[in-house]
T-cell receptor, first 115, second 113 residues
Framework: AAGVIQSPRHLIKEKRETATLKCYPIPRHDTVYWYQQGPGQDPQFLIS???????DKGSIPDRFSAQQFSDYHSELNMSSLELGDSALYFC??????????????FGEGSRLTVL | AQSVAQPEDQVNVAEGNPLTVKCTYSVSGNPYLFWYVQYPNRGLQFLLK??????LVKGSYGFEAEFNKSQTSFHLKKPSALVSDSALYFC???????????FGAGTRLTVKP
C-alpha cells in the first residue's frame, strides 16, 4: 500500500539559509499535517491543511510557512534557519472522518541539520 | 485543551513478561485516543485507537489498550513482550474539536532477553 512520501530524507543547511520540505500524502487522503520532533522530544504539531486550506495551526514559527497544492502535496518552507530548527520533520495524512476520529499516517520524516 | 501524559520515561521488562505503558489524558470533548510506536530514525507507526465501544482495544503486533473513563487512562499492554518490541511509544489524543493530534512525551520500552 502507498504510504506518505517525504523528501528530502536528509538536509543540511547553514544558519540563515532557507529550506523546503515536500510531502506527498496517501492517495485520497484529504488532510495533511506537519510535525517537528526535536532530539529526544515528542512530535510537536506545526500546521495542518484540509482540502488545500489551512485547517489548524500549532507552534509553527513565523519564519515557517506551508501550503497544500492542487495535487494535495504539501510543502513546508523554512527561512532564516536557526540552529534550534535542527529536527526531524514529519508529514502525516489522514481522511477527515466525522469527529476527527481518524488515525494519522506518518511519513519517514525529513531530518534537517542546521550548521 | 487536549493533552496526554506518559508518566514513565522508560519501561524495562524481560522478554516473555507482560508489559504496560501508561497514558492519561485530558480533553474537553470526547476523547479519541491513539498509540503509536517509533523505531530509531523512523516515522511513527499506528498501533491502535479508541473511539467508542469496548474499553479493551486490540491492535497491531499483539498490543492492546484499555480505556478507563473514570481514571482518564489509556494504558498500552501486551501479554508477552518481545525483544523486537523495544522502541519509543507515544500516546496521542484528538478531541474532535480540532483537526490535529497531540502526543505525549513518549516512553522508551526496553525488552531484555
Amino acid at each position: 500500500a502507498a504510504g506518505v512520501i517525504q523528501s528530502p530524507r536528509h538536509l543540511i543547511k547553514e544558519k540563515r539559509e532557507t529550506a523546503t520540505l515536500k510531502c506527498y500524502p496517501i492517495p485520497r487522503h484529504d488532510t495533511v499535517y506537519w510535525y517537528q520532533q526535536g532530539p529526544g522530544q515528542d512530535p510537536q504539531f506545526l500546521i495542518s491543511f484540509y482540502e488545500k486550506m489551512q485547517s489548524d495551526k500549532g507552534s509553527i514559527p513565523d519564519r515557517f510557512s506551508a501550503q497544500q497544492f492542487s495535487d494535495y502535496h504539501s510543502e513546508l518552507n523554512m527561512s532564516s534557519l536557526e540552529l534550534g530548527d535542527s529536527a526531524l520533520y514529519f508529514c502525516a495524512s489522514s481522511l477527515r472522518l466525522p469527529g476527527a476520529t481518524g488515525e494519522l499516517f506518518f511519513g519517514e520524516g525529513s531530518r534537517l541539520t542546521v550548521l | 485543551a487536549q493533552s496526554v501524559a506518559q508518566p514513565e520515561d522508560q519501561v524495562n521488562v524481560a522478554e516473555g513478561n507482560p508489559l504496560t505503558v501508561k497514558c492519561t489524558y485530558s480533553v474537553s470533548g470526547n476523547p479519541y485516543l491513539f498509540w503509536y510506536v517509533q523505531y530509531p530514525n523512523r516515522g511513527l507507526q499506528f498501533l491502535l485507537k479508541y473511539i467508542t465501544g469496548d474499553n479493551l482495544v486490540k491492535g497491531s503486533y499483539g498490543f492492546e489498550a484499555e480505556f478507563n473513563k473514570s481514571q482518564t487512562s489509556f494504558h498500552l499492554k501486551k501479554p508477552s513482550a518481545l525483544v523486537s518490541d523495544s522502541a519509543l511509544y507515544f500516546c496521542a489524543v484528538r478531541d474532535g474539536l480540532r483537526n490535529d493530534m497531540r502526543f505525549g512525551a513518549g516512553t522508551r520500552l526496553t525488552v531484555k532477553p
